[in-house]
């Protein structure tokens, strides 16, 4: 299944980068890898994001806080969050700012494959 929009990847750990661009990739869609949220936010083409892969706790900016600012600032893709911290706090923080999934890492592939699919059908 192809499909013309990108998936964003937002982490700082680049072997979890680099495992979700190839995942991403052997689905047959497009992505492209942000080290940060801020280099995120400086990404010009926010309209070709068709989701966000999207790590809770990075330096700088941390993922709920990308999530804040998207909120505030159209289009707003759907986000999938991924964390190693699954407290009920950051994850009711995700949901109720909008997130489509909060997934434990390590994030179960196919889990991970059906929400980026969903998250392109919207």
């Keep these: 299944?192809?499909?013309?929009?990108?998936?964003?990847?937002?982490?700082?750990?680049d072997a979890i980068?680099?495992?979700l661009d190839s995942?991403?990739?052997?689905?047959?869609?497009t992505s492209q890898v942000f080290?940060?949220?801020?280099?995120?936010?400086?990404?010009?083409?926010?309209?070709?994001i068709g989701c966000i892969l999207l790590d809770v706790k990075m330096?700088?900016?941390s993922g709920l806080e990308l999530q804040d600012h998207l909120?505030?600032?159209?289009?707003?893709?759907?986000?999938?969050?991924?964390?190693?911290?699954?407290d009920e706090k950051t994850r009711t923080s995700?949901?109720?700012g909008g997130a489509l999934a909060f997934l434990a890492k390590p994030v179960e592939v196919d889990c991970l494959v059906h929400f980026i699919e969903v998250?392109?059908?919207r």
């Design 119 to 121: 998250a392109l059908k």
């Design 35 to 48: 080290a940060s949220a801020e280099d995120f936010l400086a990404h010009g083409d926010r309209e070709a």
């Design 23 to 29: 995942l991403v990739k052997s689905c047959g869609y």
């Design 94 to 96: 995700a949901m109720d």
């Design 17 to 19: 980068r680099e495992a």
């Design 1 to 13: 299944m192809s499909s013309s929009l990108t998936v964003a990847i937002v982490d700082d750990d």
């Design 71 to 86: 909120n505030d600032q159209p289009p707003k893709p759907p986000i999938i969050f991924m964390t190693s911290y699954r």
């Design 59 to 61: 330096p700088g900016l």
